[in-house]
Every structure is written in structure tokens, then in C-alpha cells.
């Protein structure tokens, strides 16, 4: 998830700036806004929220109301399965896969 930090430059306009990690598309790298470029130096989290590689089985969980196959998307990964983070600020972590 990103977060947008929003406010007034010196002309009035609005400016935003992204202060959660993530991929430069532009430089093709990861930035993290305490330690800037990090690279390659990336950890994956997996989601906390019980999904499977960031979906539910619908039927799996109502049969009776759910068609074979039916799934829907995490609200906490967005499908993703987890979420790719900073490697110097989660070395530490337990959950983080480096």
C-alpha cells in the first residue's frame, strides 16, 4: 500500500510525495523512504489475512451459495499474496523472507 504525502508547494499547488516503499518505475529500483535506492536488498511478507496467494476459495468457504472456482480478491494484499519491504528495516522481522 502506498501513502501519499499531500500538501501545498511554494506556488499553491497541491504536490504529493510517496512515503511508503516502492518500485521506481522511472530508475527501475526499490526505494525505501528511510534509506532511499535499496535494490535488490528487498524481504517479501506474506499476508496475514488467511488468503491464498492473495485470494479466497469462495465455495470453498459457502458451498451453497458460491459456484465451483468462484474466488475474490484480499482486501488487505489486493491479490498480491503479501507485500515486498524495505530489507534493512525488516531484518529483524521474523515473518520476513529474504
Not at 532511499?36 to 536488498?41: A, E, K, M, Y
Not at 506474506?46 to 484480499?74: K, Q
Amino acid at each position: 500500500m502506498l501513502v501519499l504525502d499531500v500538501r501545498l508547494n511554494s506556488y499553491g499547488k497541491m504536490a504529493t510525495k510517496i512515503t511508503e516503499f516502492h518500485f521506481d518505475k522511472k530508475q527501475q529500483t526499490w526505494i525505501c523512504p528511510k534509506h532511499g535506492d535499496v535494490g535488490d536488498n528487498t524481504a517479501w511478507v506474506h499476508c496475514w489475512n488467511g488468503c491464498d496467494e492473495g485470494w479466497f476459495d469462495d465455495y470453498a468457504e459457502d458451498p451453497i451459495e458460491c459456484e465451483p472456482g468462484e474466488v475474490s480478491m484480499c482486501s488487505e494484499c489486493l491479490g498480491e499474496g503479501g507485500w515486498r519491504v524495505c530489507g534493512d528495516c525488516n531484518i529483524d522481522n521474523p515473518d520476513a523472507e529474504f
